[in-house]
């Protein structure tokens, strides 16, 4: 148990390391003692009951998905008060776009456009001129309505009674949210940038651009999703070299190395052949890197210790395996030195032990074969996934 006690000593403080050269350098990132992690542990008792106790003493991401603008405004401005009232800075999770989720298990938003942004005014009345970290929309950019992508085909969410303009008025809303949050004095902001196992960097930049990437801070990458440090970290340096070299250097974004060429994704001994194909790039240009001014990322790690899931070859029609994957640890702790020029932060977004949702892997349900039992809803607390997250946390908890 000292072995135990000793290991979550130094996670606490890894909580607390100021950042280099960093935007909120003295700062550290909110713990909320009213967060939904800590208010699901009044609902449990025991092993679950203290597994959501210890979870709620590491600082997470508050998410706000719903309500009018005057609501969105009032519980904002509480959070931000108390954070500011601690001296900490908060992280805000805004998911409220038409079409969330692609009305699938996170299905909502707000009912158009117009309504979203004066949700969005909501919100950032809320923050006003205190500090806050905002994570504008996950998903936003990953999955777009009819969208097309770079080489013309057209992405698999298809929402009824939509068509091709739906891409063009996601776009919009996030660049009239970016345009109302980059008002604010103390904010940065981050745009969805997916992940190390979805979009090419070329692919996602485009988007990037196109949603008014230049007034934020950069993007997030694996909300919500496993993929290891090791992953992510290259693929951040990666958006951001891309990023630059099309607005700098005028690069086709379809020309932008990936984690699929000449890197083979699934080899990462392999993935310096893409930071060497950057280099060439550059070169080629006649530009030089400037990470200080280059847009930066701030990564997940809430769920990502172990990377992601392997499923049984050909056991499922659909693994699904993104959706509450057996045997993930949580990753390292939230912390604003990063100590990577692309990177701002650690972030803990998604909470971590709350689901993702039922997760059937092609099967008809509704018990997630995997795991041989029913998943809660998305968002809604998991006890038997927080205590895999804390088992299998790496760097690791405790010694059992």
């Given at each position: 148990?000292?072995r135990?006690?000793?290991?979550?000593?130094?996670?606490l403080?890894?909580?607390?390391?100021?950042?280099?050269?960093?935007?909120?350098?003295?700062?550290?990132?909110?713990?909320?003692?009213?967060s939904?992690?800590?208010?699901?542990?009044?609902?449990?008792?025991?092993?679950?009951?203290?597994?959501?106790?210890?979870?709620?003493?590491?600082?997470?991401?508050?998410?706000?998905?719903?309500?009018?603008?005057?609501?969105?405004?009032?519980?904002?401005?509480?959070?931000?008060?108390?954070?500011?009232a601690?001296?900490?800075?908060?992280?805000?999770?805004a998911?409220?776009?038409?079409?969330r989720?692609?009305?699938?298990?996170?299905?909502?938003?707000?009912?158009?456009g117009?309504?979203?942004?004066?949700?969005?005014?909501?919100?950032?009345?809320?923050?006003?001129?205190?500090?806050?970290?905002?994570?504008?929309?996950?998903?936003?950019?990953?999955?777009?309505?009819?969208?097309?992508?770079?080489?013309?085909a057209?992405?698999?969410?298809?929402?009824?009674?939509?068509?091709?303009?739906?891409?063009?008025?996601?776009?919009?809303?996030?660049?009239?949210?970016?345009?109302?949050?980059?008002?604010?004095?103390?904010?940065?902001?981050?745009?969805?940038?997916?992940?190390?196992?979805w979009?090419?960097?070329?692919?996602?930049?485009?988007?990037?651009?196109?949603?008014?990437?230049a007034?934020?801070?950069g993007?997030?990458?694996?909300?919500?999703?496993?993929?290891?440090?090791?992953?992510?970290?290259?693929?951040?340096?990666?958006?951001?070299?891309?990023?630059?070299?099309?607005?700098?250097?005028?690069?086709?974004?379809?020309?932008?190395?990936?984690?699929?060429?000449?890197?083979?994704?699934?080899?990462?001994?392999?993935?310096?052949?893409?930071?060497?194909?950057?280099?060439r790039?550059?070169?080629?240009?006649?530009?030089?890197?400037?990470?200080a001014?280059?847009?930066?990322?701030?990564?997940?790690?809430?769920?990502n210790?172990?990377?992601?899931?392997?499923?049984?070859?050909?056991?499922?029609?659909?693994?699904?395996?993104?959706?509450?994957?057996?045997?993930?640890?949580?990753?390292?702790?939230?912390?604003?030195?990063?100590?990577?020029p692309?990177?701002?932060?650690?972030?803990?977004?998604?909470?971590?032990?709350?689901?993702?949702?039922?997760?059937?892997?092609?099967?008809?349900g509704?018990?997630?074969?995997?795991?041989?039992?029913?998943?809660?809803?998305a968002?809604?607390w998991?006890?038997?996934?927080?205590?895999?997250?804390?088992?299998?946390?790496s760097?690791?908890?405790?010694?059992d």
């Open positions: 148990m000292k135990a006690a000793s290991v979550f000593a130094l996670w403080t890894a909580l607390c390391i100021p950042a280099t050269g960093q935007a909120h350098s003295a700062k550290r990132i909110f713990v909320d003692a009213q939904t992690t800590a208010r699901a542990s009044e609902r449990l008792d025991g092993q679950s009951q203290r597994d959501a106790l210890f979870l709620a003493r590491f600082a997470s991401a508050s998410w706000f998905a719903y309500g009018t603008p005057d609501l969105a405004e009032a519980t904002v401005r509480d959070l931000v008060n108390r954070a500011a601690a001296g900490q800075v908060p992280v805000l999770v998911y409220n776009i038409p079409y989720d692609c009305a699938l298990y996170s299905a909502g938003g707000a009912a158009d117009s309504a979203y942004l004066a949700w969005i005014r909501g919100f950032a009345a809320g923050i006003g001129d205190r500090e806050a970290i905002v994570i504008l929309e996950p998903d936003g950019l990953g999955i777009i309505p009819w969208h097309r992508t770079l080489d013309g057209v992405e698999n969410c298809r929402p009824e009674g939509r068509d091709g303009s739906a891409s063009d008025a996601r776009h919009d809303q996030l660049r009239g949210a970016v345009a109302i949050l980059s008002s604010l004095p103390k904010v940065r902001i981050y745009l969805d940038g997916t992940g190390s196992s979009l090419a960097p070329g692919e996602i930049a485009s988007r990037l651009i196109k949603a008014d990437v007034r934020t801070a993007f997030f990458l694996n909300v919500s999703n496993f993929e290891s440090d090791a992953r992510a970290v290259p693929f951040a340096r990666w958006v951001s070299d891309c990023i630059a070299l099309v607005t700098r250097g005028g690069l086709d974004p379809r020309d932008c190395p990936s984690q699929y060429r000449p890197a083979v994704f699934k080899d990462v001994s392999t993935w310096n052949r893409t930071d060497a194909a950057y280099d790039l550059f070169e080629k240009a006649g530009l030089r890197r400037d990470p001014s280059q847009k930066h990322a701030v990564i997940d790690t809430s769920r210790g172990r990377g992601s899931w392997e499923p049984p070859a050909g056991k499922y029609l659909d693994a699904e395996v993104w959706c509450n994957p057996p045997g993930r640890g949580l990753g390292r702790p939230p912390t604003l030195d990063s100590r990577n692309y990177v701002d932060a650690f972030l803990w977004i998604k909470i971590p032990g709350e689901s993702d949702g039922e997760c059937h892997r092609g099967s008809g509704p018990a997630d074969p995997e795991r041989g039992l029913t998943a809660p809803s968002g809604s998991f006890p038997e996934q927080a205590r895999e997250l804390i088992r299998f946390a760097p690791p908890l405790r010694g």
